[in-house]
Nanobody, 124 residues
Framework: QVQLVESGGGLVQAGGSLRLSCVGSGRTFSTYVMGWLRQAPGKEREFVAA??????SIFYADSVKGRFTISRDNEKVYLQMNSLKPEDTAVYYCAADPIYDRRRWGTGDGLDYRGKGTLVTVSS
């Protein structure tokens, strides 16, 4: 069974930091684009960041540029989140797809794989 499993979510005060992790299993993800999406309460799921398997451009949503850093190590992908804001509160999902298609990664619909999510809560 192919799975992406996230960890590292929790409660943090505004201005604080968290590091999310995601590990894939059941197949090799080493040649996949891996990334993160999030869904805040009452809002649609949105793109956060994506990183290709080797070199190439790394993509960030404008809302997280300069604060979040995505990195990966073969089958694992990480999201270092600094200077967190209350509006970053959301369920964060790990995702993987063979390519970076801006439209598909925009909401996560149609991506090959997506985890069940980990909750990040930022208090003011």
């Amino acid at each position: 069974q192919v799975q992406l499993v996230e960890s590292g979510g929790g409660l943090v005060q505004a201005g604080g930091s968290l590091r999310l992790s995601c590990v894939g299993s059941g197949r090799t993800f080493s040649t996949y684009v891996m990334g993160w999406l999030r869904q805040a309460p009452g809002k649609e799921r949105e793109f956060v960041a994506a990183i290709p398997w080797s070199g190439g451009s790394i993509f960030y949503a404008d809302s997280v540029k300069g604060r979040f850093t995505i990195s990966r190590d073969n089958e694992k992908v990480y999201l270092q989140m600094n200077s967190l804001k209350p509006e970053d509160t959301a369920v964060y999902y790990c995702a993987a797809d063979p390519i970076y298609d801006r439209r598909r990664w925009g909401t996560g619909d149609g991506l090959d794989y997506r985890g069940k999510g980990t909750l990040v809560t930022v208090s003011s």
